[in-house]
């Protein structure tokens, strides 16, 4: 049974809801399963948003039976203790994936330190940056002069150099790339995070139901490319998943790994490439829609600038702000009763509050970013502190304590223990990407609408665009595929 009253009077301000019993709850699942509108529209509407600008950023509300909290700026309010797992909601999904396990387990460490030790790493990103570059250019190469789906071309291009890359996922025989274009695994391989996100962003459980198409495609993925995983460096990350379960990766222990197993790599795997892929379309999309920064990047890309930051690596962080690859808005689960600071105010939030991040709204703060709604690299320029060196500033930004922008964490908890590991090789990669698409090429395209798509959990334009590339005079036009 719910209780329709505002819970904590004069100190937080609430918003009823249109329905004196269920507060929000059948209003937003209308919303957003029925009208596949994205949580941060929902909010837009039915006021909830206004309520909370004018209460200093947050609000309590009633989603059906359950008390929540919605926040609209980036201040982290607890520590990650207080909150269950990430993917508490949806762990069908994520088998015996980091992000499901409380930040108390002590398994976390080792499986974060897979991830981090090679994708977080700056020594070892620098030492991929040429092969980047080359696979990079080799991809785009017979492209050129024909009409291409952005949408298509951001994951295809990312999941291509992501499969070759030594040490990372190592799937060279049969690649992630044409994996995306196979009919038994394409959905699972390109709707998977789509899934898990409408059970935590759009409150629809049906997203579950995708979990048992990951087991099959898992498997022929590593015995496919059993041979060049075999022999790749350890770094890889297939290989340290093997170590961690204490497993020889052989052809026998791929037939015979759990679902737990399979699902935690297989969800590792998919984060890799996708989640760099929409953040890439994102980028490409705001550029291509920006006359003035195009002007700027394709200069910068041309003549190999060194001027620190550099443009395109604060475009991709100001893409990241206003688009990003996690959902607008979406919420974690109090697991006991905690005390949080608001307006001066100390107060105690119950256990089983589900906590709501509108990061879309957070992300276009208008006491943060100079111009919040508009794709401008001085709106990250101006999060530079003193301490910042320039040649790094774009690294310190996704420092853990730094909670400017929200991309890589669901809530904003103090030090943002789960912080995203991915975080530093996804951005550089992106940056590295640009850096070959508009040193390269001249760019041009069609049919971008940035506005939010319908029926998609995760951000996605509502049109994507078509992008034509032709090679620069100078251009390196002989090279072939890898
Ligand atoms: C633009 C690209 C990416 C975005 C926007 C992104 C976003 C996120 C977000 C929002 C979380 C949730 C953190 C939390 O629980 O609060 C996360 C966690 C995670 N991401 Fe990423 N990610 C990206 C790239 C990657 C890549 C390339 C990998 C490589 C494997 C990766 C691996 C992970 C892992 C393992 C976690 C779980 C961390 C933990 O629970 O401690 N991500 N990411």
């Given at each position: 049974?719910s ?14 809801g249109?329905?004196?019993?269920q507060g929000h709850g059948?209003?937003f ?32 509300f009633w989603m059906g039976g359950r008390l929540a ?134 409150d ?127 919420w ?22 589900l906590?709501w ?126």
């Amino acid at each position: 049974m719910s209780n329709p009253k505002a819970p904590f009077v004069g100190v937080i301000a609430h918003h009823p809801g249109p329905c004196p019993v269920q507060g929000h709850g059948d209003a937003f699942h209308h919303a957003t399963v029925e009208l596949g509108l994205p949580a941060t529209e929902y909010f837009r509407f039915s006021g909830i948003r206004s309520c909370a600008k004018q209460a200093g950023g947050l609000c309590s509300f009633w989603m059906g039976g359950r008390l929540a909290l919605y926040q609209i700026n980036n201040r982290p309010l607890l520590d990650d203790e207080y909150l269950a797992a990430s993917t508490e909601a949806n762990h069908e999904l994520f088998g015996g994936f980091l992000g499901s396990l409380h930040i108390s387990d002590p398994r976390r460490a080792h499986k974060r330190r897979v991830v981090e030790q090679a994708l977080g790493s700056q020594r070892f990103i620098d030492g991929l940056k040429p092969e980047i570059f080359r696979l990079a250019g080799a991809y785009l190469r017979p492209l050129q002069n024909l009409p291409l789906c952005m949408e298509q071309l951001a994951m295809q291009w990312v999941s291509h150099v992501d499969s070759h890359l030594p040490g990372v996922l190592d799937c060279r025989v049969k690649t992630l790339a044409q994996y995306l274009e196979d009919d038994r695994f394409k959905g699972v391989v390109s709707g998977f995070f789509e899934q898990a996100s409408k059970v935590i962003s759009h409150d629809d459980a049906q997203g579950l139901e995708q979990q048992p198409a990951l087991m099959p495609f898992v498997k022929d993925l590593l015995l496919s490319n059993f041979e060049s995983i075999g022999v790749a460096p350890s770094s890889n990350l297939i290989l340290g998943h093997f170590a961690l379960w204490g497993l020889a990766f052989t052809r026998q222990a791929i037939a015979q790994l759990s679902q737990d197993q399979a699902l935690e790599i297989g969800t590792i795997i998919i984060a890799t490439y996708d989640t760099t892929a929409l953040s890439l379309l994102w980028s490409m999309a705001y550029i291509e829609t920006s006359p003035r920064v195009k002007r700027e990047i394709i200069l910068a890309a041309t003549n190999d600038s060194d001027h620190a930051p550099h443009v395109i690596d604060l475009a991709v962080m100001e893409a990241l702000r206003l688009g990003g690859s996690n959902p607008t808005a979406l919420w974690r689960r109090t697991i006991k009763a905690c005390e949080i600071e608001h307006g001066g105010q100390r107060l105690v939030i119950p256990a089983d509050t589900l906590l709501w991040l509108d990061r879309w709204q957070a992300n276009r703060d208008p006491q943060v970013f100079p111009r919040p709604e508009v794709f401008d690299p001085g709106n990250i320029l101006v999060l530079q502190k003193s301490g910042d060196q320039p040649h790094a500033f774009c690294t310190s930004l996704l420092a853990r304590n730094r909670y400017d922008i929200n991309s890589f964490s669901m809530l904003n908890t103090r030090r943002n223990p789960r912080k995203c590991p991915g975080r530093l090789f996804s951005v550089q990669m992106q940056g590295l990407l640009l850096r070959e698409l508009y040193g390269h090429y001249e760019v041009s395209s069609t049919g971008i609408d940035l506005s939010l798509r319908r029926y998609c959990a995760m951000p996605k334009p509502a049109r994507s665009g078509v992008m034509t590339l032709r090679l620069k005079e100078g251009g390196h036009a002989d090279e072939q595929h890898p």
